[in-house]
């Protein structure tokens, strides 16, 4: 009830990027990176599904935005909820992605990124307050927060 409590009160804040269908797929990104940073699959690859699917919907407005969402699908589809250090891979692609994807097509996002330097991979989160994707419990709070 809580997730869909929060979708709701998100839908529409990145419509400039897309539409409700980007929401979508933002909300399936966040139930990826809340799995990831509990070091759980269980649910990735029905949200990664999800995702894919949102952004299917999505019509495109230009060709790098077509490529970003071609990209964004790519990286998705690798999310198959049954290894951790490959989803946690695909993940890191994912989110590369999904940040490009914000900086061409969504006025002005809504949503804190983050970096962890050990790794040297960034992530977006719901909100504020570091919960590492890529190293889990081990180090959950490990990371900096590069954007608001």
Known sequence: MKEFFFFFLMGGMLGAAGDNFTDALFHNYFLIQENLSKDATEGN???????????????????????????INQAAAEVAGENLDKDRSAFGSLSKFLQQYLAAFAAASPYP?????????????REKGIKNP???????????QIKP
């Not at 990124?113 to 989160?125: A, D, G, L």
């Open 45 to 71: 690859k029905t949200a990664a599904a999800g995702l894919i699917q949102a952004a299917s919907k999505i019509s495109p407005k230009s060709p790098e935005q077509k490529k970003l969402l071609a990209q």
């Open 113 to 125: 990124v983050y970096h962890c330097s050990m790794i040297n991979k960034t992530w977006i989160q």
């Open 134 to 144: 890529y190293y889990g419990k081990k180090m959950l709070t490990c990371g900096e």
